[in-house]
């Protein structure tokens, strides 16, 4: 055995208690203003904190995911969900945030549609999709749903300027490659959401992420397949 | 935060305690839950209790919430089932819309659970089908709880029929362990195998499926294997007791002391504060670690010792009102004061236990049986066998009290000399139906060293010595088997063996009288018998 630690375990164990520390601090947030007067909330820019610390939880829960592909110990718990239930908690999640920011989001999506993937990673993906588009969007967000090749597809619209060129041609399970330092970007939500879709199999059908500009919007599209 | 959801009586409850009280005279709609509730016990505990108690119907919503992302915890707390858990932080607002939903299924599904919780599985499993028909959202549920239905009402074909479907539309964990499950109720052990196998290769981490794969390696006779098969679930999951405990069990059937010393410590770690909570476990890990302990005076030897007295103070301060749970944990004491050459310690313990049996108290089988190890473990063999002898017509119709009589009159040794024991019992049986007697005898011999009381190798030693007797007329191997002999007459009249014997005591006396007038004919008996 090597007496060396493991890097990227002492990574994972600080951005475990990393996690775990900013969740209680977003929880605090949220309990705090429960009480606050709504005008005091704008004054504060209590969503903007609200914002940002979903941002970097978002972050830190896709590092844990990538450090576990990393290990070989994700493991998916894959069942049936309704995607309209996805939505509204996703509609329900971001409502006080959007709002603050006067952006509407809405959803598009058969009642009876389902899908069979793992819940909570899903949502994740979708979270961050949904936060990088709050960012770029000007006044709208759309979320839409249809069946695809007997899996389903889940889309992020929004009316913002669309993905940067460059972002386009790379292929999104490779964003890893491209990290830009002058923006600061490093497109981790995007590798992470495609090597999970990717793990989301079924006969000889896998689950894959692209991103495209135009849409229902005019804005940028981010699509994720699960078979 | 919930009255402005609409619901009309909010009852909070500041601790497990309170919440398992309130639940005792009343029952709730919707139990929101957290896992960590302070000292004491933990939301998974509550869940385990209420279910253990019957005060959760199917018709109620038990929902778990949790900032706790270990995955001991989650699988832990999975496997009794919440209908839902939430993973902290949580907003208003998805609680909000995660209990919406919930109850509109639960409203839905409302007239099936309400006959689950009768047991009138039968309307159940109509109302499913209505359900089915009907093409609501709930198909998938549905389809699930008709193939534990099946199941439960004993139709295992329409179970399966039910997975089967589910599976050729693609890979569904519920379906694939519950397939498993009928197959080894159909014992197709085989398939059974295959089925949790490929559930496993899906996700790692169904843990009912490597309780499956165990069942099925326990009933092909692969204890072993099922023993690997529970320390991998036990590994996922070591939250649940139960589970340690047969892991325990079956480490011991093993003969795995190491195994079933850890599976009993975890599982008295994490019976604390839980319903299924008991003396057994502590006192368990003491008596594994005494027989571990025994003779091994090493630093190592020593420290399991110490272990084990440790264990098993713990179990009279938790368990003071349980006379036989003490009085257990002082003879398990005296015997690893024993192990440790304490001599004069462990006698001390023993009259203890022998002056506080006189005070009427009322002593289970169980305490017999550890009263008779502690006897052997401190030389009194005799006064162990009259002890045994006695408990054999005491309980001379429970046969599972006369099997654990039995096979401690037998073999009161330890774990290695009793597998030593059998191996060379093994050969010797090899080697007599091979015909090298002599061998045979020496194999039988050298068993015997290591368990000198036991019957049936006893007895294979008289039936091999009487043959070469027979063949040689040689004094010398009359003589081993009625040394042999010697060392079973004692057993009493509900041994197994009981019969063979008075068959070779009668052979071996009608040899002894006429062995110098004629060869007896061979009277045709039996191979010697594992033992």
Redesign the interface.
Known sequence: MNDKPDFTFIIASSV?DMK?SL??L??SV?ELC?RLPPELKDALNVSTIQYEAQRV?NDLIQLLGLYRLHNEMF??????H?VT?IF??QL??Y??TLASRSVTLQYDCD??L?G?FDR?IVIGVLNNALNNATRYTRSQILLVASACEGGVLLEVHDDGQGYPEQLLKTEPGKALRGIDFHTGSTNLGLYFASRVAELHQ??DKKGNVTIRNGGRLGGGVFSVYLP | MLSSFGAQQIEMASNAEDALEKCRYDFYDVIICDFNLGPGKNGQQILEELRYRKRLRHTHLFIMIT?E?AKDVVLGAREYQPDAYI????????L???LG?LLLQQKALKGINREIDLANYPKAITLCHQKIDEKT?HQ?WCYQTLGSLYIKTGDLQSAESIYRNALAT????WARIGLGQVLLLQQKYQLAQQCFEQAIGH???LVEAYDGLSDTFLKQGQSKAAQTMLEQAVALSPRMVTRQEKLGGLSLTNNDLEHAALAYKMAAQYAENSVYDKPDYLLSLGKCLAEWSEGDLSEAGRQRAQEAIAALDRAVDRFSSDENACLCAMLIQARVHAGQGEQTTAEELLYKFECSQDEEAKLTPTTYLEFARTLYSLGHRQRAEELLIEMSARYAKQADILSQIESLMDEPEGVEARVRAKELNRSGITLFEQGRLEEAVDAFRAALNHTPRHAALNLNLVQVALKLFKDSQQHEHLKIARDALDQVRHIPTQHQQYKRLHHLIAQVEKHTQHSELTRAPDTGAASPGDA
């Open positions: 475990h775990n969740g209680m977003i929880h949220d429960e939880n493991n998916l718990s894959i069942d049936e309704h239930d509204q908690e329900a999640h409502r006080d009642e009876e389902t069979y909570e079924q006969g | 900032a992302t993973a902290k932080p949580i907003t208003r607002t998805v909000e819309q995660r939903q959202r998938s693609r890979e569904l964990p996700n790692p981490n």
